[in-house]
């Protein structure tokens, strides 16, 4: 009876899950989403807590509660640590599977080694792999996100790195073999912590090439890997509730570490073994053009005569914590009749969606955030492009530059529009360390500063002039 | 839900594991392409929450009548998942009231 009321509980969740995945399709229903999320859940959790061999309920109290002390204030970061955020949940993810791993293989080895068959020993080191490389490569790139300081920021690279990295992960499988060739040796338990100390270590060496413009793709994987070793628990538990919100989960991060690795023109070996931003020196195109700077109060009369304006934000946007003033750059512009675009770049940001966020957050309505695709064919229309902190995402080098490491990646065609305005923090060039001939063009325009206080200038600017003209 | 009497009794049909995975994973790509690509950060944290689902694998480790060392490591697996669940479902909430047409 139990057995049938839980069966069927998970049955019902799966459902609620694949409906509330549907329920993202479109910004309308997407709050239906977490309703039916935490519906499923509560029904699991419930099923799964009131069958007979849950015994001891005092720890499962205190983990519940302590989940929801450190939970809550998760969910209240600032959306510019949204990335850094997540990365952090894949880590919890990760460890949870790597830990229920090592519970069933002590219990296995303890209580019912007949349960260790090869097929259910391979899934369980398949998990703890799976795990614990997700947990020390998520709490990696949470910490470069969160540019803590002993995590270097840029890539670290050294001779045959790639070398070492797979060696690792071969030993790792390697060791795998002999625990599920013979899993209740004396020696086996020594033998599959070295499994567990080897995946710990592949996550690190995973993650510390990576540079942050790889974020997106990366964060992807995880979320990949993250499913992937739940998938791997519910083989391990005999639980297909868990497989199949495994394998959504998985699915799920497999598309997005696509549409990543297109948008940036990359394979996954490429991002995973290819160290961006360290390797190429500077590629110099043609001869070195001087900027021109424009000030605050040029830029805003340009925007005034506008009536088109395209705003492309990067990660530079995000940084400053921008994205409130552009609201109110957006408002004045509007008021005067000017139609004002979103340009949004599938790798913006370091997460996939991070700019969205931003400006829905500052109230900008989604209608008005328009998908690289679907702006570029309007780009010669448009008066004035305003870049704000984007660098690599706007460089037409990728257009033309075989040498160029963003060669073959699609841009925002910004250059073809008739004026360009870029609010750049620095003079040093972008995160992959490329110059970007669109600062030097003919037609474009720098305002050198914080994007926040740029903008904020040009909103006064724009508030107070609006009588003398 | 794992049971040890059953799966003492008769061994798990991974077969069948198998099976729903490979079907799971295919529902999966075709519900995931069509999400709104404005959403794709929720969504992220939304496919987190749920995959937290991992929470019912750690009850069972935790409630069950095994040794200690055991059900800690199952309480922390616990308590990784509970704080998924919660921060997962509630941040994807915060973000998704903030889409608004104009």
């Given at each position: 009876?139990?057995?049938?009321?839980?069966?069927?509980?998970?049955?019902?969740?799966t459902?609620?899950f694949?409906?509330?995945?549907?329920?993202?399709?479109?910004?309308?229903?997407a709050?239906?989403?977490?309703?039916?999320?935490?519906?499923?859940?509560?029904?699991?959790?419930?099923?799964?807590?009131?069958?007979?061999?849950i015994?001891?309920?005092?720890?499962?109290?205190?983990?519940?509660?302590?989940?929801?002390?450190?939970?809550?204030?998760?969910?209240?970061?600032?959306l510019?640590?949204?990335?850094?955020?997540?990365?952090?949940?894949?880590?919890?993810?990760?460890?949870?599977?790597?830990?229920?791993?090592?519970?069933?293989?002590?219990?296995?080895?303890?209580?019912?080694?007949?349960?260790?068959?090869?097929?259910?020993?391979?899934?369980?080191?398949?998990?703890?792999?799976?795990?614990?490389?997700?947990?020390?490569?998520?709490?990696?790139?949470?910490?470069?996100?969160?540019?803590?300081k002993?995590?270097?920021?840029?890539?670290?690279?050294?001779?045959?790195?790639?070398?070492?990295?797979?060696?690792?992960?071969?030993?790792?499988?390697?060791?795998?073999?002999?625990?599920?060739?013979?899993?209740?040796?004396?020696?086996?338990?020594?033998?599959?912590?070295?499994?567990?100390?080897?995946?710990?270590?592949?996550?690190?060496?995973?993650?510390?090439?990576?540079?942050?413009?790889?974020?997106?793709t990366?964060?992807?994987?995880?979320?990949?890997?993250?499913?992937?070793?739940?998938?791997?628990?519910?083989?391990?538990?005999?639980?297909?509730?868990?497989?199949?919100?495994?394998?959504?989960?998985?699915?799920?991060?497999?598309?997005?570490?696509?549409?990543?690795?297109?948008?940036?023109?990359?394979s996954?070996?490429?991002?995973?073994?290819?160290?961006?931003?360290?390797?190429?020196?500077?590629?110099?195109?043609?001869?070195?053009?001087?900027?021109?700077?424009?000030?605050?109060?040029?830029?805003?009369?340009?925007?005034?005569?506008?009536s088109?304006?395209?705003?492309?934000?990067?990660y530079g946007?995000?940084?400053?914590?921008?994205?409130?003033?552009?609201?109110?750059?957006?408002?004045?512009?509007t008021?005067?009749?000017?139609?004002?675009?979103?340009?949004?770049?599938?790798?913006?940001?370091?997460?996939?969606g991070h700019?969205?966020?931003?400006?829905?957050?500052?109230?900008?309505?989604?209608?008005?955030?328009?998908?690289?695709?679907?702006?570029?064919?309007?780009?010669?229309?448009?008066?004035?492009?305003?870049?704000?902190?984007?660098?690599?995402?706007?460089?037409?080098?990728?257009r033309?530059?075989?040498?160029?490491p963003?060669?073959?990646?699609?841009?925002?065609?910004?250059?073809?529009?008739?004026?360009?305005?870029?609010?750049?923090?620095?003079?040093?060039?972008?995160?992959?360390?490329?110059?970007?001939?669109?600062?030097?063009?003919?037609?474009?325009?720098?305002?050198?500063?914080?994007?926040k206080?740029?903008?904020?200038?040009?909103?006064?600017?724009?508030?107070?002039?609006?009588?003398?003209? | 839900?794992?049971?040890?009497?059953?799966?003492?009794?008769?061994?798990?049909?991974?077969?069948?594991?198998?099976?729903?995975?490979?079907?799971?994973?295919?529902?999966?790509?075709?519900?995931?392409?069509?999400?709104?690509?404005?959403?794709?950060?929720?969504?992220?944290?939304?496919?987190?929450?749920?995959?937290?689902?991992?929470?019912?694998?750690?009850?069972?480790?935790?409630?069950?009548?095994?040794?200690?060392?055991?059900?800690?490591?199952?309480?922390?697996?616990?308590?990784?998942?509970?704080?998924?669940?919660?921060?997962?479902?509630?941040?994807?909430?915060?973000m998704?009231?903030?889409?608004?047409?104009?």
């Amino acid at each position: 009876m139990t057995y049938a009321v839980a069966q069927a509980a998970a049955i019902l969740a799966t459902a609620l899950f694949i409906f509330s995945l549907y329920w993202m399709n479109d910004p309308k229903t997407a709050r239906h989403a977490v309703v039916a999320g935490v519906t499923g859940m509560v029904v699991a959790v419930l099923a799964t807590w009131f069958q007979p061999e849950i015994v001891h309920h005092g720890w499962i109290v205190l983990a519940i509660v302590a989940g929801f002390v450190v939970g809550v204030p998760l969910s209240l970061v600032p959306l510019t640590a949204v990335p850094q955020r997540t990365a952090l949940s894949h880590a919890f993810g990760g460890l949870a599977a790597g830990l229920v791993g090592t519970a069933e293989y002590l219990l296995g080895v303890s209580e019912h080694p007949a349960q260790l068959t090869a097929f259910r020993m391979s899934a369980i080191v398949a998990e703890v792999i799976l795990g614990f490389l997700t947990f020390t490569g998520s709490l990696m790139a949470a910490g470069k996100l969160q540019e803590v300081k002993w995590i270097p920021q840029r890539p670290v690279t050294y001779p045959g790195q790639n070398v070492v990295n797979i060696g690792v992960l071969v030993v790792a499988a390697a060791l795998g073999v002999v625990v599920v060739m013979h899993p209740t040796a004396a020696w086996s338990a020594q033998v599959f912590y070295g499994i567990v100390g080897l995946a710990v270590l592949f996550g690190v060496l995973l993650i510390i090439p990576i540079g942050g413009a790889d974020m997106p793709t990366v964060i992807s994987i995880l979320n990949s890997y993250a499913g992937l070793s739940a998938v791997a628990m519910g083989f391990v538990l005999n639980n297909k509730l868990l497989v199949t919100a495994g394998a959504l989960d998985g699915s799920s991060g497999l598309i997005l570490s696509i549409i990543m690795c297109r948008a940036m023109n990359r394979s996954f070996t490429n991002v995973l073994f290819g160290a961006f931003g360290t390797v190429q020196k500077t590629v110099t195109i043609g001869e070195q053009k001087a900027w021109k700077q424009e000030t605050v109060e040029g830029a805003a009369q340009l925007l005034e005569q506008a009536s088109l304006v395209v705003v492309i934000p990067g990660y530079g946007m995000a940084v400053a914590q921008a994205q409130h003033k552009v609201r109110e750059l957006y408002d004045q512009l509007t008021k005067r009749g000017i139609t004002v675009k979103f340009a949004i770049h599938p790798v913006a940001g370091r997460m996939p969606g991070h700019m969205n966020v931003l400006l829905a957050e500052a109230n900008i309505p989604y209608t008005a955030l328009v998908e690289m695709e679907e702006i570029n064919p309007d780009m010669p229309q448009c008066d004035v492009a305003l870049v704000i902190g984007a660098n690599d995402v706007v460089n037409p080098a990728a257009r033309y530059a075989k040498g160029s490491p963003i060669y073959g990646m699609p841009i925002i065609d910004a250059d073809k529009a008739k004026t360009v305005l870029a609010i750049k923090r620095s003079k040093n060039p972008g995160f992959a360390g490329i110059d970007n001939e669109l600062y030097v063009q003919d037609n474009t325009w720098m305002l050198f500063g914080d994007a926040k206080a740029v903008i904020g200038d040009l909103v006064k600017q724009l508030a107070g002039g609006s009588g003398l003209h | 839900m794992i049971d040890p009497v059953t799966a003492q009794a008769a061994p798990p049909d991974y077969w069948s594991m198998l099976f729903v995975f490979v079907l799971a994973t295919f529902i999966g790509l075709g519900v995931i392409r069509r999400v709104s690509r404005l959403l794709y950060t929720p969504l992220m944290s939304l496919t987190n929450a749920i995959s937290a689902i991992a929470v019912v694998g750690s009850i069972a480790v935790t409630g069950a009548e095994y040794p200690k060392l055991i059900r800690l490591l199952g309480g922390i697996a616990l308590f990784a998942s509970m704080t998924n669940i919660v921060s997962g479902f509630l941040i994807t909430d915060r973000m998704l009231k903030m889409f608004k047409k104009q």
